[in-house]
């Protein structure tokens, strides 16, 4: 009886092989059924709203993480005081809030200097002179904080709201609750960087315990873009409708069989998008469609700009394709500034700051800012005080991480251009007014998409699971077009 058991399992497994490939190859061939098939599953969740439950501000998110925690001090949130008492001792008043204590030196007043720009009169770093341009179209968040030092625990809070892996990323909450526009395409993108993935890798952009099917989905910038798009073989002419038809019978008996096994269903749904992405995702990496000038406009074919620049084109050809969710990593932590802040800090902002200017400039004049809705910033902030390197030498500083303050920005699709929401203390330390959590900043992207934080949850175990979290959070009111 097991040996005939084996051969069962062998066979199912073999035509479970052919049903996928086949099915995958159905959606390109046969359209008779008329359903959309793929990014977005055929059951009505009991807190999976389908769609905007008020009228959105924005239809996508192009979301650019800044993996490591900028300096807010250094680039967006100028402090006179903490130049003035530059390299005066302080470590006694915040000795709670430092990470390495034993590196922990004196006042450190930012080396970069800082103008005002705009119509807003916004201030902002020398270290970001194309962003600069653009900052009558941001929302500049200097009362964001976080809850903890170490990296992973605040990753882990920035893209799920939780300190703790196996949650929901934030892209996956927003595409299980909206889908995606287009069918052919992936609802969430994840745009990798060639160097390699960020601190915590796959599980910034896991779907948690929602399907697994709405994970992000990760285009590589070396080699194959998409893995497993084309095909391994081609269907010999030969093969009939009625085969076809029998194939996809047998895939959905597999599947009924397993009701409830998301990572199977995923995983069959993922051919069959694979299958229509052989066209349509070829078509949006393409950018030999673009002009010279546009390519010049993100940096493409210099240095250090040409890996980011390529990747915030894809961003928006994207977008312009209706994907939901797309997000921006940089290769482990470049903004993590423990040591030679002088010159570490200048090669990040040389590798993005042109590539970011180019992407508010190429949606503005296609018409897509209104619609697309641009996220910028890291897990934490840093310190005003300086970090030691080894050799105790003051001119090889950097800053230590930050809980207490830090710094995003908002532009696009429902965000009002040239204000500054918050503010943090006199050395920069901690968010003092206008204090917004992560929660908070995630419960204001769901407004401008057209969700409450009320309105996508998951019921599980007796609780109602939520991007939020349990505590209730606040729409960043002020920084919105339609409050």
């Known amino acids: 009886m097991r040996n005939g058991q084996e051969v069962h399992r062998r066979g199912l497994f073999r035509s479970l092989a052919g049903g996928v ?5 159905l959606s390109l061939l046969d359209s008779e059924s008329g359903v959309a098939r793929g990014a977005v599953r055929a059951e009505d969740e009991s ?9 959105p501000s924005a239809t996508s998110v192009i979301h650019l993480f800044m993996n490591g925690g900028p300096s807010q001090m250094d680039l967006l949130d100028p402090k006179p005081e903490l ?3 530059h390299g005066q001792e302080h470590f006694d008043r915040i000795a709670g809030e430092v990470e390495f204590p034993d590196a922990a030196g004196a006042l450190l007043g930012s080396p970069f200097r800082f103008a005002q720009y705009g119509q807003c009169g ?5 270290l970001l002179p194309e962003l600069s341009r653009h900052v009558d179209e941001l929302s500049l968040l200097r009362g964001l904080y976080t809850t903890n030092l170490t990296h992973e625990p605040a990753l882990y809070k920035y893209h799920s709201g939780s300190e703790f ?9 927003i595409t299980w609750g909206l889908g995606s526009e287009n069918q052919n395409l992936p609802g969430y993108v994840v745009l990798e960087d060639p160097q390699g993935l960020p601190v915590n890798g796959v599980d910034n952009w896991t779907s948690g315990f929602l399907p697994a099917s709405f994970q992000g989905t990760r285009f590589r910038a070396t080699g194959a873009p998409v893995l497993n798009v084309s095909p391994d073989f081609v269907e010999p002419a030969s093969v009939t409708a009625v085969e076809r038809q029998l194939i996809r019978r047998l895939d959905r008996l597999h599947q009924q069989n397993r009701a409830g096994q998301s990572r199977l269903e995923s995983r069959i749904e993922a051919w069959e998008l694979a299958a229509r992405m052989q066209t349509s995702a070829t078509d949006a990496l393409d950018l030999s469609q673009e002009t010279a000038a546009t390519l010049e406009l993100y940096g493409i074919g210099r240095e250090p700009t040409d890996s980011y620049g390529r990747r915030c084109l894809i961003a928006r050809r994207l977008v312009e394709r209706g994907v939901r969710f797309v997000q921006l990593f940089i290769n482990s932590q470049i903004w993590d500034n423990h040591s030679s802040i002088g010159t570490a800090l200048p090669a990040a902002c040389a590798r993005t700051d042109r590539p970011i200017a180019g992407l508010l400039t190429d949606l503005k004049q296609r018409g897509l800012l209104d619609q697309t809705l641009l996220v910028w910033g890291g897990e934490m902030g840093r310190l005003p005080i300086s970090q030691l390197a080894a050799d105790r030498n003051p001119g090889s500083s950097g800053r230590d991480h930050s809980k207490n303050a830090m710094v995003a920005w908002l532009a696009g699709g429902g965000v009002r251009g040239g204000v500054v929401h918050g503010s943090t203390d006199e050395l920069g330390f901690a968010a003092v007014d206008g204090r917004v959590g992560v929660p908070d900043l995630h419960a204001t992207l769901l407004h401008l998409l057209g969700l ?5 949850y998951v019921s599980r175990a007796g609780l109602k699971e939520r991007l939020t979290g349990v505590v209730e959070p606040t729409v960043i009111r002020e920084i919105l077009v339609r409050a």
Request: net charge positive; glycine share 14%.
């Open 21 to 25: 490939s086949a099915a995958a190859m």
């Open 452 to 456: 409450g934080a009320d309105d996508v």
């Open 165 to 173: 892996t196996g949650r929901p990323s934030l892209g996956a909450w």
């Open 122 to 126: 916004m201030w902002v770093s020398e």
């Open 83 to 85: 130049v003035r008492r």
């Open 47 to 55: 807190g999976r709203p389908r769609g905007p439950v008020h009228e």
